[in-house]
């Protein structure tokens, strides 16, 4: 069982910046897959950034490329979100996913076994 807990989420304008993190209770070495998801009120959940293997093979939505950074820190069990220049419709529940098997980085919620509460972001105008 893996568990996962984001932090970083709040109130900014857009433009500013945030890092969202990850804390999971298995060493992220041990995790194949790692990613952030998104959900907008009245919306789908839909894939953000993900991040795979030991080199760190990264994919990024065409909403957040250029603008948002993934990254892994294995020492300490913990995935980021680096968003810059937020947009208003950022505004989103932040969830962190995991999944340990699996070839490439799915951009699928199917795909992923586990999932952390989630962390509120809100970009204003």
């Known amino acids: 069982q893996v568990q996962l807990v984001e932090s970083g989420g709040g109130l900014v304008q857009a433009g500013d910046s945030l890092r969202l993190s990850c804390t999971t209770s298995?060493?992220?070495?041990?995790?194949?897959?790692m990613a952030w998801f998104r959900q907008a009120p009245g919306k789908e959940r839909e894939f953000v950034s993900g991040?795979?293997?030991?080199?760190?093979?990264?994919v990024y939505s065409d909403a957040v490329k250029g603008r948002f950074t993934i990254s892994r820190d294995n020492a300490n069990n913990t995935l980021y979100l680096q968003m810059n220049r937020l947009k208003p419709e950022a505004t989103a529940v932040y969830y962190c996913?995991?999944?340990?098997?699996?070839?490439?980085?799915?951009?699928?919620?199917?795909?992923?076994?586990?999932w952390g509460p989630g962390t509120q972001v809100t970009v204003s105008s």
């Open positions: 996913a995991a999944r340990t098997y699996g070839a490439y980085v799915s951009t699928s919620t199917a795909d992923y076994s586990y």
């Open positions: 298995i060493p992220t070495s041990y995790i194949v897959t």
């Open positions: 991040i795979r293997g030991i080199v760190g093979s990264t």
